[in-house]
């Protein structure tokens, strides 16, 4: 039998209303049992688990509250928190980082960080057009270039200091001296932003 919200009623009687109420004792601790511990577990009150439903919309939030709710984001549902006030919405569960070669993570304060790697071909002292793995939607704040020697070679030092330039949200250039633009340049990236 469902929960019954009107039992007892202002006319009830005890003795022909104490199934209805036993009834409604079992569905309210079927229900606070769901994800949560059972009671006179000596962990009661606390979650066991938190199962969020899929959401078609970001959820609306009014002054001095958050949301944490999960939603599709085209590939699968991912976890999102929108600040007070109908706020910024950050999805803060997409990641590729199984993925040594390059990727991005979107950390829980919106911050992303964007690795991969790169080179500057034999006798060139540019690179443009390095694509980030996730573009970013609203700031770089640093990319970082650490280079390699990919064949062992042992090159000079010279040939391998690059630096970003022309840095977008979506790619960024490196060079190296002129001058020194014997081999290939191999080097990884890690960019932070937002």
């Known amino acids: 039998m469902a929960y019954q919200g009107n039992k007892p009623g202002a006319n009830d009687r005890i003795s022909t209303s104490q199934s209805d109420i036993q009834n409604n004792f079992t569905e309210i601790q079927t229900v606070l049992t769901v994800n949560h511990v059972d009671f006179a577990d000596p962990n009661e009150g606390k979650h066991t688990h938190v199962s969020l439903p899929e959401q078609a919309a970001d959820k609306v939030t009014a002054a001095s509250e958050m949301a944490l709710y999960t ?40 911050l992303k960080m964007c690795w991969g790697t790169s080179t500057i071909a ?28 990919a064949h062992g070679a042992g090159s000079n030092a010279q040939d391998f200091v690059v630096n970003p330039y022309s840095v977008a949200l979506a790619s960024f250039a490196a060079k190296r001296n002129s001058g020194y633009t014997g081999p290939v340049a191999y080097f990884y990236y890690l960019a932070i932003g937002v």
């Open 71 to 110: 939603k599709d984001s085209g590939t699968a549902p991912n976890l999102y928190l929108r600040q007070e006030s109908n706020g910024t919405v950050f999805n803060i569960t997409p990641s590729n980082a199984g993925h040594a070669a390059s990727g991005y993570e979107t950390l829980p304060s919106g």
């Open 122 to 149: 034999s006798g060139s002292s540019t690179r443009t057009g390095i694509a980030f793995a996730s573009a970013f939607s609203t700031a770089v704040y640093s990319v970082q270039l650490c280079c390699y020697d």
